[in-house]
């Protein structure tokens, strides 16, 4: 049977700290498989792991620093000192297997090296049952596709590390170290239930455009021809000089972009970041030149509803009793939410009842729905539910 556990920690000593979440995340728990771990940038993260590890000798971890906070069955945690949660998963039938490669050489070969030496890790020579990723923001997608060439289309989760000012300090992190740059992955390998719900929750405008330019892979130039700020504008209602900068990033948490599958199963919600000066604008994930692009809407307090939806619907959607739940909230959300972050847990710990569940704050993430591709995207949802 699988069980979990969590803990968390706000203390300011960073050793203490991971000492602290562990002994609570470990209380009750043998055989323990994996720990989640997600912490603030506040803290000296090889100290906190050494504290972990302390308490978890020997125990795969792999995690990274998550926005502003985590939610966990105590409600949202969060302390301008630092904080840290944990999840620890047992299983006397799961196997897992942790890697973790710096991004020395393109990004699709770091995957496909770091697919590899997780089978390695795992005992194993066959692809995992499922598998989950973390990386900082940039390269998602390449690293994605480096780690499928190796074991095909394996369903998928986990979300970009991130920092509270997004100036670059985010990491991410296993028991083998701290890395700036890089992936982490854990396969799975189990006879149990899993499920994904990816979504952004956003409702569909009539405002839809073709991408006729893009620069490199994340900026989108030109909407039908014409300056993709300028564009976006129109379909706001506003002036493109008042989302010019920063300020785009935030005007575009209720009314981001979306790309659909080809199936139209999944729309990947793709967020305008920055109002570039020639009108450009610049997105959290990759873009392709000749496809529909949607302008998305959503009210905070849908953002809010959405997230106890989406709880409900994995737990649906795993058809079996859940044993944890890992729940992958976009950052950007939760700036849009604000101070109203307590009735986010609130929606979380009612739809969850009794299951031990964690919630990160993520630039970027990860999921599948149904039969379509792994795919990465931002402002959404990756909600996992693992069977018991």
């Known amino acids: ?147 499928s060439s190796v074991i095909g289309r394996t369903p998928f989760f986990g979300g970009s590390a991130a920092d509270n000012s997004i100036s670059g300090e985010w990491k991410i992190f296993t028991d083998k170290g701290v890395y700036a740059d890089g992936v982490a992955v854990a396969f799975f390998y189990t006879k149990k239930p899993f499920a ?84 450009s604008m610049a997105i959290g994930n990759n873009l392709a030149v000749g496809t529909a692009i949607i302008k998305m809407e959503a009210t905070v307090d849908e953002l809010i509803a959405s997230v106890g939806k989406t709880v409900k619907e994995v737990k649906d959607k795993l058809k079996a009793t859940p044993g944890a739940l890992h729940l992958i909230h976009c950052g950007g959300r939760r700036a849009g939410i604000g101070d109203r972050i307590n009735e986010v847990a609130a929606e979380i710990k009612k739809a969850a009842g009794s299951t031990p569940f964690i919630c990160e704050f993520t630039f970027g993430e990860y999921g599948y729905e149904d039969d379509g591709n792994n795919t990465c995207g931002g402002l959404m949802l990756s909600f996992t539910a693992f069977g018991e």
């Open 1 to 147: 049977m699988l069980k979990a556990n969590t803990g968390s920690s706000t203390n300011a000593n960073s050793f203490a700290a991971g000492k602290e979440a562990a002994t609570k995340a470990k209380a009750g728990l043998k055989g323990i498989k994996l720990a989640f771990v997600y912490a603030s940038v506040a803290y000296n993260l090889d100290e906190m792991l050494k504290g972990i590890k302390e308490v978890l000798p020997g125990v795969p971890i792999i995690g990274n620093t998550s926005f502003t906070g985590v939610i966990m069955p105590e409600g949202f945690v969060s302390g301008d000192s630092g904080f840290v949660g944990i999840m620890s998963l047992s299983d006397d039938d799961l196997s897992v297997g942790v890697a973790v490669l710096p991004k020395d050489k393109a990004p699709r070969l770091v995957g496909d090296a770091v697919a590899k030496k997780a089978m390695k890790s795992a005992g194993k020579t066959v692809p995992p049952d499922y598998f989950y990723m973390v990386a900082p923001p940039g390269a998602e997608e390449f690293f994605l596709k480096g780690i």
């Open 196 to 279: 994904n719900k990816f979504t952004g929750a956003y409702r569909e405008s009539k405002d839809v455009g073709i991408i006729t330019k893009i620069d490199g892979n994340r900026t989108l130039v030109e909407i039908d021809g014409v300056p993709a700020l300028k564009k976006y504008a129109a379909w706001r209602g506003v002036t493109p000089d008042s989302l010019k900068g920063g300020k785009l990033l935030m005007a575009a948490i209720t009314a981001p972009l979306g790309m659909k599958d080809r199936l139209g199963d999944l729309v990947a919600i793709r967020h305008p970041m920055n109002g570039n000066d020639d009108y």
